[in-house]
């Protein structure tokens, strides 16, 4: 499937990949991917991101998802489901990072002195990889660009396309921004 990549959207990947190891991380997140994707810039999915005030919204898209990831990967509607039944999901946090130390539910805290070889990918990253084929098929395109990603990272659920909804990023908007449709 790589193959079939864009110079763009390999890009994204390997910038995935590079954040993830700057970080110590386990495995290359969707966080990692979609961040990495902001980094470029001349590329269809850039301008969809600038033409929908992504970009100028980067810091609290970045907030978003570090509070997200203190939440043990909880995105803001699960925290609000769970809420709705009486479970407050900030005070399970407090009470966590006060008898473990604060990040705990973070994840990836691992000793990372062991790792020599590539960071695998986790499996959202993979769903979303693996969209992206599947809308550029379904747009008739014989390539997957970057544009591919953003509208599979858009459609995917979880905590990167709650952030990017939140930030007027949801699938509809990327795709109007993207084709005009």
Known sequence: MFERFTKDARGVVT?????????????VSVEYLLLALLDRQGTRA???????GVVDRRAELEAALAAAR?????STADAEALAGIGIDVT????????????????????D???????????????????KSLRIAVGRGDRHI???HLLL?????????????????????AVERALYGE
């Not at 850039?46 to 929908?52: D, K, N, Q, Y």
């Not at 905590?159 to 509809?172: E, S």
């Open 145 to 147: 660009g970057d544009e």
């Open 46 to 52: 850039s301008f969809a991101l600038a033409a929908l």
């Open 91 to 110: 005070e399970i946090v407090a009470r966590v990072e006060e008898a473990h130390g604060p990040g705990a539910l973070e994840g990836d805290r691992k």
């Open 112 to 130: 990372k002195s062991w790792w020599a070889g590539r960071r695998s990918f986790a499996r959202e990253s993979k769903d979303v990889l693996e």
């Open 70 to 74: 203190r939440r043990g990967g909880l």
């Open 15 to 27: 910038g995935a990949v590079t954040r993830a190891e700057r970080a110590g991380a386990d495995s």
């Open 152 to 172: 599979a990272m858009a459609a995917t659920p979880g905590v990167v396309a709650d952030v990017l909804a939140q930030c007027g990023a949801g699938y509809g």
